[in-house]
């Protein structure tokens, strides 16, 4: 396997070489042992055509299906230059029956390509390199092999981190790092989250709360339990999402493919044209004295030479390098950025889809409020609280578990008969002759539910009640407050042209409350999942930002659906955009980091446009020779990766300065 970082300096020096005795050649009007040069040249272009670019030759395979691509292109002026400087070589031989009659010829064109295009794959694969914290860096934090306790000897044993299971436990010696999702066994530790989330201060977590795989242990020994599969852990959730980016191409992506298969062609057809014409002026002995295609005067030159060398220089300064890596070095150094600001998009699909999007609707609990809510005072009787806290003990649901922690000290012991979850409604059970209901009030309502508790008071506030039989004997009166950056958020959507709605299944009363609180317009509630899915449906070009199960269809029903990483975990799969963070300004970062790329995107496509709009024209009547050619159409390809990288860096600027 040829290293490809020593073929490019090889490549680059007999590059060097080449320009600097042409120069010295045209500077002094004496040919110094050109024909000495001549051979060398010829060796190490045949080694150059023949091994080092060897490949060039399965391109013509392209031929059959028609799907030209880059490669074929340069293939085709490598070995043209080639043919032709031997052929002329030979002739000038048997011509003037001595090798000094040897001169520079097209050798050094094949280098001249080749040196450049290297250049442009290497800073492209950096560029891929880098995607997203770098997929290498967090693949490194997959431990290959683990500590796993065997029950029957209560000793630890190696084995590879791709087969454990849920409920297995695991010891985590210092600095390495957590294989997959689990809970801690062990007292108290701290780990490293930097490599996983860019936090730089290290986290504490303490006993039976959640460990995410990629984090470090920085304790001596870790002993946990875990509840995922490696295959399901975060990390890997993580590494799957940022290769989805690479894998599935935006319709962007593949209009640059289509560019460049159709672009290759009419190239092809301008390259002949250009010989014909050529030929056919040089034969008439029609002299264009500015032509400077061998950096002297064509009317001295063999035509064929003359129609070769313009043919030449039309076909490589138009090889479209530019237009195939215009939309994938925008969204492979943003999806790194992205990464970095803790966003992860499923799909490179989705930096078109955002560019698009007119509203913007939010789910309430756990998106614009803290979801952390709290029971602020418990209304009616207490004496079935047992009953509450056994109902409320295994749901995920924030205002169960906050009814939960209210009532931490009560018993749990009871055994239902029926037992169920429904999204938007509550929890229903039944034990022995006792129907029992804990959910939402306006469900209560409509189905008729008796009312013995005064709430007048509280009708601002969130409430849980209470049912034993379809009477309601307790009512739980919940807060929950408004996140911090929730207002300055829906301000910054408002000036870059975007309507903030809610889609609650919360009560009238505190969805206005805080819709009025946050200056939002519209604003829905009181609704079932499957009404909420009928509102985003209502609306075009819109996204919905939830975190819980009751919002999963209206995630799947938006344009783009966006979920908190802390939120349900079926939700996050459904999700477009997977948020690592609590805050909402994440949301804005998206939004805007997503319409920059599409700008960068558009905006490289205009230069590659531009750039063979001018140049084609001035290598067909022969002001850009072959290897001047080469020069300004790599030029042109690394101005392009530099304007990418710098546009990253001011992208990186701003969402910094917007944090």
């Known amino acids: 396997m040829i290293n490809k970082k020593y073929k490019l300096i090889f490549e680059g020096i007999v590059f060097v070489f080449s320009m600097i005795w042409m120069i010295l050649n045209f500077a002094t009007k004496q040919k110094y042992h050109s024909y000495v040069v001549s051979i060398i ?73 080749s040196f450049f295009i290297g250049i442009g794959h290497y800073l492209e694969d950096a560029l891929k390199r880098k995607t997203s914290l770098g997929i290498k860096d967090l693949l490194k934090l997959q431990q290959k092999e683990i500590l796993i306790l065997d029950k029957k000897t209560n000793e630890y044993y190696k084995e590879n981190s791709k087969n454990v299971q849920e409920n297995t436990v695991i010891k985590v010696p210092k600095g390495s790092s957590i294989p997959t999702d689990g809970i801690l066994l062990s007292d108290q530790v701290e780990v490293d989250c930097s490599s996983l989330l860019g936090e730089s201060i290290p986290r504490t977590i303490k006993k039976n709360e959640q460990l995410f795989s990629g984090m470090i242990n920085l304790n001596e020994v870790l002993i946990y339990r875990s509840t995922k599969k490696m295959q399901e852990s975060m990390l890997n959730k993580i590494i799957l999402q940022l290769e989805n980016i690479l894998k599935n191409k935006s319709n962007i992506e593949r209009i640059s493919e289509k560019i460049v298969k159709f672009f290759l062609p009419i190239v092809l057809i301008i390259s002949l044209a250009t010989f014909c014409i050529w030929l056919g002026l040089a ?43 215009a939309a994938p070095a925008a969204i492979y150094s943003s999806s790194g950025l992205a990464a970095k600001n803790k966003i992860l998009f499923s799909s490179a699909k989705i930096y078109e889809a955002i560019n698009k999007i007119n509203y913007l609707a939010f789910d309430k609990t756990g998106t614009l409020t803290t979801g952390k809510v709290k029971v602020i005072e418990q209304i009616g009787s207490n004496k079935y609280n047992d009953i509450i806290s056994a109902l409320t003990i295994n749901s995920t649901h924030p205002l169960s578990k906050a009814i939960n922690n209210y009532l931490k000290n009560k018993k749990t012991q009871n055994q239902f008969v029926i037992f169920k979850e429904v999204p938007g409604v509550g929890i229903i059970a039944k034990e022995k002759n006792k129907d029992y209901f804990l959910g939402s009030l306006t469900y209560s309502k409509n189905e008729n539910f008796k009312l013995d508790v005064d709430i007048e008071n509280y009708k601002n506030n969130i409430m849980v009640v209470f049912a034993i039989n379809k009477k309601i004997v307790s009512v739980f009166v919940l807060k929950d407050e408004i996140k911090k950056d929730a207002k300055k958020t829906i301000m910054k959507l408002k000036k870059i042209g ?162």
């Open 41 to 113: 040249m010829f060796v190490l272009s045949t080694f150059l055509v023949f091994y080092l670019e060897r490949d060039y030759f399965k391109t013509y395979k392209q031929i059959i299906g028609f799907n030209f691509t880059m490669d074929f292109l340069i293939a085709i002026a490598t070995h043209i230059t080639y043919l032709f400087s031997l052929i002329f070589s030979i002739i000038k031989i048997a011509e003037n029956h001595s090798i000094h009659a040897l001169d520079m010829e097209f050798w050094e064109v094949g280098f001249s390509l």
């Open 283 to 325: 034969y008439n002995n029609i002299g264009l004295k500015f032509a400077i295609a061998n950096l002297e005067n064509i009317d001295n030159q063999n035509p064929f030479v003359v129609a070769i060398y313009h043919s030449v220089a039309t076909l490589v300064i138009a090889c479209p390098c530019a237009f195939g890596i």
């Open 498 to 659: 975007i309507q903030p709605i809610i889609i609650s299944g919360d009560r009238k009363e505190i969805v206005e409350n805080i819709a009025n609180e946050l200056e939002i317009d519209k604003y829905y509630y009181e609704l079932l999942p499957i009404d909420k899915q009928k509102i985003v449906n209502e609306y075009k070009n819109i996204i919905f930002v939830g975190d819980g199960i009751n919002d999963i269809l209206a995630i799947k029903a938006a344009t783009i659906g966006i979920a908190y990483s802390t939120g349900s975990e079926i939700t996050n799969a459904m999700a477009d955009i997977s948020i690592l963070e609590t805050n909402l300004n994440s949301v804005y970062k998206a939004i805007i980091l997503s319409q920059k790329t599409i700008k960068l995107i558009k905006l490289n496509f205009v230069w590659a446009s531009l750039f063979n709009l001018i140049c084609i024209p001035l290598a067909i009547i022969g002001l850009v020779p072959a290897w001047l050619g080469v020069i300004l159409m790599t030029s042109s390809t690394l101005l392009l990766l530099c304007n990418t990288l710098i546009t990253k860096r001011k992208n990186e600027k701003f969402l910094t300065k917007n944090s």
